[in-house]
């Protein structure tokens, strides 16, 4: 089992799944109860600045800005994505995963992972590009935290459901 992140004994929780499972709404939803200092995802504002065409350079910068913004709280953290989802995503549309975010994914760890499935209706943005088949990276994300020993939980449902599930997840840990 991974050793806990936990500074001063603050939890750090990082959201995850496949495009379009509600990661970004179940985000903002835990953020406006002003327990969590939160920590947006970097791709999102980064692709939009290159334009959305990327390379094997851009997801390692990508990789880089999120392990250092995700380790750069000291209070109760909930982050919008993390390194796994990085390596999946490098993986995928590159082939391979190179070498500097298999690092930082080994390296950067959470107290817990909230893993969206994908059950919600698919909602069309540029940066989206797999609508067809979320169940199958879903089951990718779910492997591979298993494989890396990581603490997870499976948030599922809709609405107010589905913010009370990730609350329930997070308090009892």
């Known amino acids: 089992m991974v050793e806990s992140i936990q500074k ?3 939890i750090r ?24 200092h939160g920590v ?9 600045s290159i334009r959305w065409k990327y ?3 851009d997801l390692e910068y990508i990789a880089q800005k999120q392990y250092e913004l995700n380790a750069s709280v000291s209070s109760p953290s909930l982050c919008d994505t993390e390194l796994s989802t990085v390596a999946i995503w ?7 995963i190179p070498p500097i975010v ?4 080994a390296t950067q760890q959470f107290d817990l992972y909230l893993l969206c499935r994908p059950d919600l209706p698919w909602k069309e943005d540029p940066l989206r590009e797999n609508p067809l088949d979320r169940d199958r990276l879903f089951n990718i994300y779910q492997e591979r935290l298993t494989s890396l020993h990581r603490p997870f ?3 599922e449902g809709v609405g107010e459901g589905r913010l009370k599930s990730a609350e329930l997840h997070i308090s009892s840990f």
């Not at 947006?40 to 939009?48: K, P």
């Not at 993986?91 to 391979?96: D, H, I, V």
């Not at 298999?102 to 994914?105: A, I």
């Open 13 to 36: 929780v990082a959201i995850l799944g496949p495009e379009s499972s509600g990661k970004t709404s179940l985000f903002n939803a835990l953020i406006l109860s002003g327990r969590w």
């Open 40 to 48: 947006e995802e970097f791709s999102r504002t980064y692709l939009h």
């Open 8 to 10: 001063d004994g603050l």
């Open 102 to 105: 298999r690092h930082l994914e």
């Open 90 to 96: 490098a993986q995928e549309k590159l082939g391979f």
């Open 55 to 57: 390379g094997v350079q």
């Open 153 to 155: 939980k499976i948030i």
